[in-house]
């Protein structure tokens, strides 16, 4: 082996790029077990832990490796690819054909892991025997890791993820993996043993990689068709989240990061719920803020009273928002309330909104869904309803989705509790909808002496002439009672805040209790 002969920099280049493909793997499992089963901190931790303990392991077993170098790091790369390469199919499946996700999950985080704690020590090792200048070996190999895995950490988020979705960017970057080892056969053939039998290999495992990820669009619908109970008839992975809408007769189902936001059939009783009953107790209701509702069916409901001047509705994703202003199938539902000129989309963190605005507004809608990560967890928190108080006029009522209290009852009682703690008077109510159980809100005004039990609240409702499919007079006594398997020990929550987020434990909890 002469010097001459020996192209540092092509395995300069190979470094960097399987880091930044060994970041990738890393964050896509994490974000797509967040995404099957929730807990993100919980995910993300176990996947980081467990990988850098793989890694360790990997750069153990490399001293068991004596010759050959490069044809083990070949047959390194071309593992890491298809396994990569397959992740997100893998993760996939197991959620929806077998009980055991997490095990395959944990298995493949030690797979990929220990493949890749081979990487680095066998890279090194080549360079050293080539280029016997152990320091600069070191400190260039490093270097070129370390922007690789920043290079990696940034992709996948900003472009990857929200143009790609999950099973495009494994397959494309399984694909990455296996030209580095073409690269490297290419570059290196007279140090390679088994030449042409790597050819052959490498011919199949790009044909695959390449075959997934032109069809990986018809792939993640059938393998997503298994995950819902009807069928997908829409699917798209935003910057933000994962919408899948599904249909059934006339069944329409709309579902983001794979939670059910409403069911055509009965979404009428949520929404009529979430509404009136905040507006019927508003002094005023000329000015109206939605923060979420993005698919316009509270602004339907909000659109019954003619007194309403302007409705500012907050959501966050601008894609949400435009398939159901577009999509025929939700129009149909929200009865085009997102084209309505009485209504302002700003497309913004609704943390962020209340934060620079100024205006005060009679009626305050919070439409969120659930708080199963830390992002949703902040629009729950008591410096949220700070700002709420600040943005609502003093005759005016707000309202805040508050989960199921039957199926989590501390998460339920504990948004009551964090409400409270701003200086709100709160009346907890919930109803039946069909296609989630029980579900609940918090009716929020602002402190005063009168009106101040739950009867004289719910006695004071009065819908007028509104017309209205679920509620009337004679439910809402019910509405504002809770059984005994429904209620919680507030004295025994804590007020959910940004440095201690309680709620996603209690919320966390009841959700692995139920599975």
Same mark, same amino acid.
């Given at each position: 082996?002469? @010097?001459?002969?020996?192209?540092?920099?092509?395995?300069?280049?190979?470094?960097?790029?399987?880091?930044?493909?060994?970041?990738?793997?890393?964050?896509?499992?994490?974000?797509?077990?967040?995404?099957?089963?929730?807990?993100?901190?919980?995910? %993300?931790?176990?996947?980081?832990?467990? $990988?850098?303990?793989?890694?360790?392991?990997?750069?153990?077993?490399?001293?068991?490796?004596?010759?050959?170098?490069?044809?083990?790091?070949?047959?390194?790369?071309?593992?890491?690819?298809?396994?990569?390469?397959?992740?997100?199919?893998?993760? %996939?499946?197991?959620?929806?054909?077998?009980?055991?996700?997490?095990?395959?999950?944990?298995?493949?985080?030690?797979?990929?892991?220990?493949?890749?704690?081979?990487?680095?020590?066998?890279?090194?090792?080549?360079?050293?025997?080539?280029?016997?200048?152990?320091?600069?070996?070191?400190?260039?190999?490093?270097?070129?890791? $370390?922007?690789?895995?920043?290079?990696?950490?940034?992709?996948?988020?900003?472009?990857? &993820?929200?143009?790609?979705?999950?099973?495009?960017?494994?397959?494309?970057?399984?694909?990455?993996?296996?030209?580095?080892?073409? &690269?490297?056969? &290419?570059?290196?053939?007279?140090?390679?043993?088994?030449?042409?039998?790597?050819?052959?290999?490498?011919?199949? %495992?790009?044909?695959?990689?390449?075959?997934?990820?032109?069809?990986?669009?018809?792939?993640?619908?059938?393998? @997503?068709?298994?995950?819902?109970?009807?069928?997908?008839?829409?699917?798209?992975?935003?910057?933000?989240?994962?919408?899948?809408?599904?249909?059934?007769?006339?069944?329409?189902?709309?579902?983001?990061?794979?939670?059910?936001?409403?069911?055509?059939?009965?979404?009428?009783?949520?929404?009529?719920?979430?509404?009136?009953?905040?507006?019927?107790?508003?002094?005023?209701?000329?000015?109206?803020?939605?923060?979420?509702?993005?698919?316009?069916?509270?602004?339907?409901?909000? !659109?019954?009273?003619?007194?309403?001047?302007?409705?500012?509705?907050?959501?966050?994703?601008?894609?949400?928002?435009?398939?159901?202003?577009?999509?025929? #199938?939700?129009?149909?539902?929200?009865?085009?309330?997102?084209?309505?000129?009485?209504?302002?989309?700003?497309?913004?963190?609704?943390?962020?909104?209340?934060?620079?605005?100024?205006?005060?507004?009679?009626?305050?809608?919070?439409?969120?869904?659930?708080?199963?990560?830390?992002?949703?967890?902040?629009?729950?928190?008591?410096?949220?309803?700070?700002?709420?108080?600040?943005?609502?006029?003093?005759?005016?009522?707000?309202?805040?989705?508050?989960?199921?209290?039957?199926?989590?009852?501390?998460?339920?009682?504990?948004?009551?509790?964090?409400?409270?703690?701003?200086?709100?008077?709160?009346?907890?109510? #919930? !109803?039946?909808?069909?296609?989630?159980?029980?579900?609940?809100?918090? !009716?929020?005004?602002?402190?005063?002496?009168?009106?101040?039990?739950?009867?004289?609240?719910?006695?004071?409702?009065?819908?007028?002439?509104?017309?209205?499919?679920? &509620?009337?007079?004679?439910?809402?006594?019910?509405?504002?009672? %809770?059984?005994?398997? @429904?209620?919680?020990?507030?004295?025994?929550?804590?007020?959910?805040?940004?440095?201690?987020?309680?709620?996603?434990?209690?919320?966390?909890?009841?959700? @692995?209790?139920?599975?």
């Amino acid at each position: 082996m002469e @010097e001459k002969n020996f192209n540092y920099k092509i395995l300069m280049l190979t470094t960097l790029i399987i880091s930044g493909c060994s970041i990738i793997y890393e964050v896509l499992i994490s974000a797509i077990s967040s995404y099957l089963i929730g807990d993100s901190i919980k995910q %993300f931790s176990i996947t980081i832990g467990l $990988y850098m303990f793989a890694m360790g392991m990997g750069s153990y077993i490399s001293k068991y490796i004596k010759d050959k170098l490069f044809d083990w790091l070949i047959r390194v790369e071309l593992s890491v690819g298809i396994f990569g390469g397959l992740s997100s199919v893998i993760l %996939f499946s197991a959620n929806a054909y077998l009980s055991s996700y997490t095990i395959v999950m944990l298995f493949l985080i030690v797979i990929i892991g220990i493949l890749v704690g081979l990487e680095i020590p066998l890279l090194t090792r080549i360079m050293e025997e080539n280029k016997s200048n152990l320091s600069v070996t070191l400190s260039n190999i490093f270097s070129f890791d $370390y922007i690789g895995g920043l290079v990696g950490s940034i992709v996948f988020p900003l472009l990857l &993820l929200p143009q790609l979705g999950y099973f495009t960017t494994s397959f494309l970057v399984g694909s990455v993996n296996i030209l580095v080892a073409i &690269l490297i056969l &290419l570059s290196y053939k007279e140090y390679i043993f088994n030449y042409e039998k790597f050819k052959y290999i490498m011919a199949v %495992f790009l044909t695959i990689m390449v075959l997934g990820t032109f069809f990986s669009e018809d792939l993640s619908k059938t393998i @997503e068709d298994k995950m819902y109970r009807d069928k997908v008839i829409y699917s798209k992975q935003t910057e933000y989240q994962r919408i899948v809408m599904t249909k059934y007769k006339d069944d329409v189902r709309l579902f983001l990061d794979g939670n059910i936001q409403f069911g055509s059939r009965d979404e009428y009783r949520y929404h009529e719920a979430l509404v009136h009953i905040p507006i019927s107790l508003a002094k005023n209701k000329e000015n109206i803020l939605i923060l979420g509702g993005g698919d316009g069916l509270a602004a339907r409901e909000v !659109l019954k009273y003619n007194e309403v001047k302007n409705i500012t509705l907050v959501d966050l994703d601008k894609d949400m928002v435009e398939l159901c202003k577009t999509n025929n #199938h939700i129009v149909a539902l929200n009865e085009g309330s997102l084209s309505n000129k009485k209504l302002h989309v700003i497309n913004n963190d609704a943390f962020k909104y209340l934060e620079n605005s100024s205006e005060l507004y009679d009626v305050i809608i919070v439409d969120l869904p659930d708080p199963n990560n830390e992002t949703l967890n902040k629009l729950y928190t008591n410096l949220f309803y700070r700002l709420c108080y600040r943005n609502l006029n003093e005759d005016g009522a707000m309202v805040v989705q508050s989960t199921s209290p039957y199926s989590a009852p501390k998460a339920f009682w504990c948004i009551k509790k964090t409400i409270e703690s701003e200086g709100f008077d709160v009346y907890p109510y #919930h !109803l039946q909808v069909p296609s989630f159980g029980d579900w609940g809100f918090n !009716l929020a005004i602002k402190s005063s002496s009168n009106n101040t039990k739950k009867e004289a609240i719910y006695k004071s409702i009065d819908f007028g002439d509104t017309k209205l499919k679920y &509620l009337n007079e004679d439910v809402l006594p019910g509405m504002f009672s %809770f059984s005994e398997d @429904e209620k919680a020990d507030t004295s025994e929550l804590d007020v959910n805040s940004l440095s201690n987020p309680k709620l996603i434990e209690y919320y966390q909890k009841a959700v @692995e209790e139920w599975n």
